[in-house]
T-cell receptor
Framework: DTGVSQNPRHKITKRGQNVTFRCDPISEHNRLYWYRQTLGQGPEFLTYFQNEAQLEKSRLLSDRFSAERPKGSFSTLEIQRTEQGDSAMYLC???WGTGGNIFPRNEQFFGPGTRLTVL | SQQGEEDPQALSIQEGENATMNCSYKTSINNLQWYRQNSGRGLVHLILIRSNEREKHSGRLRVTLDTSKKSSSLLITASRAADTASYFCATVDQGAQKLVFGQGTRLTINP
């Protein structure tokens, strides 16, 4: 399977703990996105990378959140000092984009997500 | 933040009927995309329509875009039980690089 993979699929943690999620994009894609989805809502953009550069961050990404893509391949999203409000599905997506222009076919390919529950 | 409204929020129809979902947005867009999400699974891209296009077809899917009204519709013809899912529209603003999703329509196809 050459799709986007995410690990773990489920994470239960206690409030105040740190958690880290991993995303492995489709190998030829240079752009990687993180979204958060709460129950009954559409996904909300958190941040995206082009290669190893983090190009945009949402105001939703508080200072407790940090994302990295050190070698331009996989990415990690860390949440420090988790709060109950962080409980959500965290989705990763990848696509191909060039510079400041949107590649003509910029559909995004999503992974299955990591469901976080903070007790 | 969510881009806009999807209408209806939930839709239940009989197998074989057509399903129409609507999406409104607020900004100037580069393109609009529709995604499907089955229970417990990730989102799957269905179709993309650019701001200079008015209609696109893909199999049983038909998408329209009216930029003057800032709205789009997704029509699924001859629905099947496997079409049961949540459907989301997502826009890419002019000059932006990210998707902005609506709140989705939950579609149930009854056998």
């Amino acid at each position: 399977d050459t799709g986007v993979s995410q690990n773990p699929r489920h994470k239960i943690t206690k409030r105040g703990q740190n958690v880290t999620f991993r995303c492995d994009p489709i190998s030829e894609h240079n752009r990687l996105y993180w979204y958060r989805q709460t129950l009954g809502q559409g996904p909300e953009f958190l941040t995206y990378f082009q290669n190893e550069a983090q190009l945009e961050k949402s105001r939703l990404l508080s200072d407790r959140f940090s994302a990295e893509r050190p070698k331009g391949s996989f990415s990690t999203l860390e949440i420090q000092r988790t709060e109950q409000g962080d409980s959500a599905m965290y989705l990763c997506a990848s696509t191909w984009g060039t510079g400041g222009n949107i590649f003509p076919r910029n559909e995004q390919f999503f992974g299955p997500g990591t469901r976080l529950t903070v007790l | 933040s969510q881009q806009g409204e999807e209408d209806p929020q939930a839709l239940s129809i009989q197998e074989g009927e057509n399903a129409t979902m609507n999406c409104s947005y607020k900004t100037s867009i580069n393109n609009l995309q529709w995604y499907r999400q089955n229970s417990g699974r990730g989102l799957v891209h269905l179709i993309l329509i650019r701001s200079n296009e008015r209609e696109k077809h893909s199999g049983r899917l038909r998408v329209t875009l009216d930029t003057s009204k800032k709205s789009s519709s997704l029509l699924i013809t001859a629905s099947r039980a496997a079409d049961t899912a949540s459907y989301f529209c997502a826009t890419v603003d002019q000059g932006a690089q990210k998707l902005v999703f609506g709140q989705g329509t939950r579609l149930t196809i009854n056998p």
